[in-house]
T-cell receptor, first 119, second 112 residues
Framework: DTAVSQTPKYLVTQMGNDKSIKCEQN?????MYWYKQDSKKFLKIMFS???????INETVPNRFSPKSPDKAHLNLHINSLELGDSAVYFC??????????????????FGPGTRLTVL | AQSVTQLGSHVSVSEGALVLLRCNYS??????LFWYVQYPNQGLQLLLK??????LVKGINGFEAEFKKSETSFHLTKPSAHMSDAAEYFC??????????FGTGTRLQVFP
């Protein structure tokens, strides 16, 4: 029944490793996002995909590579993990890309988050 | 460009007291505005949204917010706080792109 799900919920790993976080939405939405929440709770968008195409890439290091195999999935792969990558990563989805469509507000629905700890 | 300022990183109220969480925005186009709530170790849940219709917006859990263009504000209120309202609250703005720009959040504590 979960609308936007992420796995794993917790991820603890060593510096230099490569790891992936998976996201799936069952809302039938066209657009998906990745956000990073740092230790001070600040939320910042990293990427957005619309119909499997990359739309937003917010100057994120190229160690981060999103992949969208289909509209319902947006995975995040991180190479050569660094201490500063420790954060909570949230996946989100919205019905369509852009501000509004047919009167809809295009609000974003968030997943439960993945807490990444790099040691 | 869009930005959001949330005044007060921490707000404490007694149970039953008025809750007021402040949000001011900056936007070069008519904004869409949102309030999200984050309970401990959970994701973000939409409380309410403003989309250029009615300026007074009612959301879930008894919260409401009023869009005031002259003050560039979108403050969140609730007449009577419950213990279960304790959480982190985020104001966000969307301009003419798909990006949600978040404020730095306000932690609400409710004392018995």
């Amino acid at each position: 029944d979960t609308a936007v799900s992420q796995t794993p919920k917790y991820l603890v790993t060593q510096m230099g490793n490569d790891k992936s976080i998976k996201c799936e939405q069952n809302l039938g939405h066209d657009t998906m996002y990745w956000y990073k929440q740092d230790s001070k709770k600040f939320l910042k968008i990293m990427f957005s995909y619309n119909n499997k195409e990359l739309i937003i890439n917010e100057t994120v290091p190229n160690r981060f590579s999103p992949k969208s195999p289909d509209k319902a999935h947006l995975n995040l792969h991180i190479n050569s993990l660094e201490l500063g990558d420790s954060a909570v990563y949230f996946c989100a989805s919205s019905q369509v890309y852009g501000r509004a469509s047919g009167g809809a507000t295009n609000e974003q629905f968030f997943g439960p988050g993945t807490r990444l700890t790099v040691l | 460009a869009q930005s959001v300022t949330q005044l007060g990183s921490h707000v404490s109220v007694s149970e039953g007291a008025l809750v007021l969480l402040r949000c001011n925005y900056s936007s070069s186009v008519p904004p869409y505005l949102f309030w999200y709530v984050q309970y401990p170790n959970q994701g973000l849940q939409l409380l309410l949204k403003y989309t250029s219709a009615a300026t007074l917006v009612k959301g879930i859990n008894g919260f409401e917010a009023e869009f005031k263009k002259s003050e560039t504000s979108f403050h969140l209120t609730k007449p009577s706080a419950h213990m279960s309202d304790a959480a982190e609250y985020f104001c966000a703005v969307k301009g003419n792109t798909d990006k949600l720009i978040f404020g730095t959040g306000t932690r609400l504590q409710v004392f018995p």
